[in-house]
T-cell receptor, first 114, second 113 residues
Framework: EAGVVQSPRYKIIEKKQPVAFWCNPISGHNTLYWYRQNLGQGPELLIRYENEEAVDDSQLPKDRFSAERLKGVDSTLKIQPAELGDSAVYLC????????????FGPGTRLTVT | QKEVEQNSGPLSVPEGAIASLNCTYSDRGSQSFFWYRQYSGKSPELIMSIYSNGDKEDGRFTAQLNKASQYVSLLIRDSQPSDSATYLCAVNTGGTSYGKLTFGQGTILTVHP
């Protein structure tokens, strides 16, 4: 079974530039999550999708971050414009909706904003 | 008070010893608990999940849950140098936040030969 796929793996951009991350979840997983992980910290949830619906985006900085999950499969997370403080690893995870919600992570995208 | 707390370590154990990793959580409504292993530069990898009070064993790993004390732990028996990693405790709260994992900051484990 293929795991969660993310691209790109690394991205270096200048501040104020836009950036986008793409995620393809494990086949059959209806729930998709985007997390951000800063160095030395655990991942923090940005947004959770149940199929196409964003059911928890309370931690998403909506002034500059946006996300979409068209057709309930792939998802894209965008930052525009990027700030220095956005440098982090952006992780995508997926799970079944029921019963256990065990989440499996993709390899992540390491973003560096200069 | 942080929602999920772990001792950041580093925890250093000799090869072959038992490594004990601890985690406390603040939300009494929490219903499921997970341990992830994260190697440097890699993403978190799920190694254990536990939902009921007591112990759950999987190979060299044992997860222990005590909901009354709001405490979950991970034991690694016969520790190997390849077990050296950061171990993240994650808690899934119920109610409207069901599905949201809250992570601790992780415990760095070093197993020395």
């Amino acid at each position: 079974e293929a795991g969660v796929v993310q691209s790109p793996r690394y991205k270096i951009i200048e501040k104020k530039q836009p950036v986008a991350f793409w995620c393809n979840p494990i086949s059959g997983h209806n729930t998709l999550y985007w997390y951000r992980q800063n160095l030395g910290q655990g991942p923090e949830l940005l947004i959770r999708y149940e199929n196409e619906e964003a059911v928890d985006d309370s931690q998403l900085p909506k002034d500059r971050f946006s996300a979409e999950r068209l057709k309930g499969v792939d998802s894209t997370l965008k930052i525009q414009p990027a700030e220095l403080g956005d440098s982090a690893v952006y992780l995508c995870a997926s799970s079944h909706t029921y019963p256990a919600r065990e989440q499996y992570f993709g390899p992540g995208t390491r973003l560096t904003v200069t | 008070q942080k929602e999920v707390e772990q001792n950041s370590g580093p925890l250093s154990v000799p090869e072959g010893a038992i490594a004990s990793l601890n985690c406390t959580y603040s939300d009494r409504g929490s219903q499921s608990f997970f341990w992830y292993r994260q190697y440097s530069g890699k993403s978190p990898e799920l190694i254990m999940s536990i939902y009921s009070n007591g112990d759950k064993e999987d190979g060299r790993f044992t997860a222990q849950l005590n909901k009354a004390s709001q405490y979950v732990s991970l034991l690694i028996r016969d520790s190997q140098p390849s077990d050296s990693a950061t171990y993240l405790c994650a808690v899934n709260t119920g109610g409207t936040s069901y599905g949201k994992l809250t992570f601790g900051q992780g415990t760095i484990l070093t197993v020395h030969p």
